[in-house]
């Protein structure tokens, strides 16, 4: 194993950090390494915004030493083009949306990674989703359009005293990986699958550790009917809130989802 298998194996997500101070250096090379990402057309249709004030970090969800929101972003070559005399028109919104969206989770990617080679443990989460999101945007002054964030990576060392050290388990057979052509998972291996997330060798269990004591005969069954809030089978379906509906507002209110969306 080398050594970047060897960082990349060890990856865990840290919800507590300890005070340790992220070396100015540190935090200049995970940024110079996280732009060198593959992106399509060279465009790097994202913007990173990096945050130290506790209380917005507050405001969007988590705290750590600091806090890089990744955002889908479009307006830097929109401006470029501009700026040379052109008006920026590019196919239809919601494929340029996926596009800038894997050059920026690329990016998240590498960041984390780079961090680890540091020594820097990083949680990445979607509160960018589940706050307050016009507030947000607010706070950190981003453009009404064509601009979208879609991931924040916290950074910070790891405070022992609270973090478990365990590794999560992770599928990786059946299901997951495919050979030649796609193939869906029949019975058994559903089965094996489902008995995989029960077992407590594995890890797998981040949500919750009592889910037996609940009365859940396996992990999986706490997962689809608390967490996701799925409904069985032979049951009727019960509306419930959907705590990310103002992300789908908000990629309508920024452009990039709307049956009449056009970059002009």
Not at 24 to 51: D, P
Not at 162 to 170: F, L, N, Y
């Amino acid at each position: 194993m080398n050594e970047t298998i060897k960082i990349i194996e060890e990856l865990r997500t840290v919800r507590h950090f300890s005070d340790k101070h992220i070396p100015e250096e540190h935090l200049a090379a995970i940024l110079k390494s996280c732009v060198n990402a593959a992106s399509a057309s060279a465009r790097q249709t994202y913007s990173i915004i990096v945050i130290d004030d506790k209380e917005v970090m507050k405001e969007i969800g988590y705290v750590g030493k600091k806090m890089l929101v990744f955002t889908v972003d479009f307006n830097r070559i929109m401006d470029t083009a501009e700026y040379l005399g052109f008006r920026y028109k590019y196919g239809i919104p919601i494929v340029e949306f996926m596009t800038g969206s894997t050059d920026t989770i690329l990016a998240a990617q590498t960041a984390a990674i780079t961090a680890k080679s540091l020594g820097i443990d990083t949680f990445f989460s979607n509160c960018v989703h589940r706050c307050n999101m016009d507030k947000m945007c607010e706070l950190l002054n981003l453009p009404e359009k064509f601009c979208f964030p879609l991931i924040a990576l916290l950074l910070g060392y790891s405070d022992e005293k609270k973090s478990k050290q365990t590794m999560k388990g992770r599928l990786s057979g059946p299901g997951v990986i495919h050979f030649n052509k796609y193939r869906r998972l029949d019975n058994e291996e559903l089965r094996n699958i489902v008995l995989e997330y029960d077992s407590s060798d594995k890890h797998f269990l981040s949500l919750i550790d009592n889910w037996r004591v609940k009365g859940y005969k396996h992990y999986l069954d706490y997962f689809y009917e608390k967490w996701v809030g799925c409904t069985r089978l032979n049951e009727n379906q019960i509306k419930s809130s959907n705590p990310y509906a103002q992300a789908e507002e908000m990629l309508k209110k920024v452009g990039f989802l709307s049956d009449n969306a056009s970059f002009i």
